[in-house]
């Protein structure tokens, strides 16, 4: 049957099936945001989830795994046996070999039964939470063992990352295309899933002194900033063939910069969204030369350092990495989106591990209106901004000027804030509760369409040829810093500076929030 997103009313009432449910993705992210779904009653009581991977579980182990995961990661705490009872009922665990076709035929019997038992009209949503390489096995085997034969929809939700270069993302493609049409394929980013990157569409487009601004007349650059503390942890081995262009580049720092820059759409429908991200990636300035990289990219790779009075270990230093690795844990770029609205301004990116802070921000700095008319050149009028807070907390503020109390006209930088964490606690949703969500809804604005991930790849790969070409150009920075010098010349050099995130060690600012600031 086709795929149909305007089943919205039996959109839930699906067997969900998550492949690599011993996995730490599964734990962290996925049964936390089913449970969530369950207790805010968007999940039914006609559902199912299926736990799939090689390992033998019990089932009471794994609701077990189930359980002790919603204890640690989940917003919602289970309370009494019997609720507990009432949701966990809902799943069981299937040991599966995914190159074996049998085993889907079996689970298709399984499947059968869980779906008389649950009145549950033949939606099956498949989420694979597994490596990429097993992608094409598992859509094949889930065809030929006859579990896209129902009378319902089928649904395939695929974890990044998709593919490591473009070929390798198109084969992939074409594996999953064989079993799946374009619109039952979900690729998740989980940025889209992040309230506050979904807020940006509302913030820019719904407000009159953001919406006639938001062009090269008026803003000067757009700084997008996604910075982690975290190191590379037990990924040492994935990270090191990925590295930050592949990890964070290609995917959620391409996506935040396309929902600012693209076009207003002319219907909130999700093709019509995804077009206008499509034409952003395309108007991206390709940087092919060994030159045109250099002078705009800066690769850099944590040394041994230290945060907050603790000893950091380099890179190079961490399990499963090459002593000699030229993997870069930082990136920073200064990009050009060559198209009417934005042609000229300067839209600088980085993003890096073992930073000061975690923190996303996306500052747009809007240019200065001539300092030398009013204020005779007297003062240093700073610019406006408009900062969107993604993570961890969330929220907006925006800086202007305002006259200081007294009798002179000394100016002073006012910042306003809506925390939004602040408002209604920290208790928004996950990203991935929204997109299973949206997935079951068969909604797909907020996941990535296949030419969105083949444009994004044609932009990295010459960097990365260039990269793996010669790597004198790397900078190491010391863990805990805030990343190579060279990453601030990228924009003095045109006469801006790194706002500082989370408006740190601004002493002459007043703030006006609803947080205790
Ligand atoms: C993942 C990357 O996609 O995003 C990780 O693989 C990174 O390396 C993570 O740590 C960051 O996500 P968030 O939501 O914690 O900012």
Not at 30 to 45: D, N, V
Not at 268 to 283: C, M, Q
Request: hydrophobic letters at 35%.
């Amino acid at each position: 049957m086709t795929d149909n997103k305007n089943e919205s009313i039996s959109a839930h009432e699906a067997v969900y099936f998550i492949f690599g449910a011993t996995g730490d993705l599964a734990r962290r992210k996925l049964f936390p945001a089913l449970y969530s779904l369950y207790r805010e009653g968007k999940l039914g009581e006609r559902f199912a989830i299926v736990g799939l991977a090689r390992r033998p579980r019990t089932q009471e182990q794994f609701r077990d795994d189930v359980h002790e995961s919603i204890l640690e990661f989940c917003r919602y705490k289970p309370s009494e046996q019997e609720a507990w009872n009432a949701f966990a009922e809902h799943f069981t665990y299937q040991s599966l070999d995914t190159g074996n076709v049998e085993a889907f035929k079996q689970l298709k019997t399984h499947t059968e039964q869980l779906e008389a038992q649950y009145d549950i009209p033949g939606n099956r949503l498949f989420y694979l939470a597994l490596a990429p390489e097993l992608f094409g096995n598992v859509s094949r085997n889930l065809r030929d063992g006859g579990m896209l034969e129902t009378t319902g929809w089928h649904r395939l939700v695929i974890e990044k990352p998709f593919g490591y270069d473009y070929p390798s993302a198109e084969r992939l493609n074409e594996e999953i295309r064989h079993a799946f049409r374009e619109e039952s394929v979900f690729r998740i980013d989980h940025y889209l899933g992040k309230e506050m990157v979904q807020n940006i569409e509302v913030i820019r487009l719904s407000n009159a002194f953001f919406e006639p601004l938001w062009n090269n007349n008026h803003i000067a650059n757009v700084q997008i900033t996604l910075a982690e503390t975290v190191g590379v942890e037990e990924r040492g081995a994935y990270y090191n063939k990925s590295g930050a262009l592949r990890d964070m580049v290609q995917n959620h720092m391409l996506q935040m910069l396309t929902m600012i820059a693209m076009e207003p759409p002319s219907r909130l429908d999700p093709e019509d969204i995804r077009d206008e991200k499509v034409k952003v990636l395309r108007s991206i300035r390709k940087l092919e030369s060994g030159e045109e990289i250099r002078s705009s990219i800066v690769r850099g790779q944590y040394s041994q350092g230290s945060s907050r009075g603790k000893e950091l270990k380099g890179y190079r230093q961490e399990d499963s990495v090459d002593p000699d690795s030229t993997t870069e844990t930082f990136f920073s770029a200064r990009l050009f989106v060559d198209n009417f609205r934005w042609a000229g301004v300067p839209f600088y990116v980085r993003t890096g591990k073992r930073l000061p802070v975690k923190s996303t921000e996306i500052v747009i700095e809007f240019k200065n209106v001539p300092n030398n008319v009013l204020f005779a050149k007297r003062q240093e009028l700073l610019p406006n901004l408009l900062v969107i807070r993604v993570n961890p907390m969330e929220g907006i503020y925006i800086k202007f000027n305002a006259k200081k109390p007294g009798n002179d006209m000394t100016v002073q930088p006012v910042a306003m804030e809506f925390c939004q964490s602040c408002q209604v606690g920290l208790n928004t949703p996950e990203a991935y509760e929204r997109l299973i969500f949206d997935a079951a809804r068969g909604d797909h604005t907020y996941f990535t369409r296949w030419d969105e991930v083949a444009v994004a790849w044609k932009l990295i790969d010459p960097i990365a040829s260039a990269w793996r070409e010669d790597s004198k150009d790397l900078q190491f920075y010391p863990a805990g810093s805030w990343g190579p010098e060279k990453a601030d010349k990228l924009l003095t050099d045109e006469g801006f500076h790194w706002w500082p995130v989370n408006g740190q060690d601004e002493d002459n600012v007043i703030w006006v929030s609803n947080t205790s600031k």
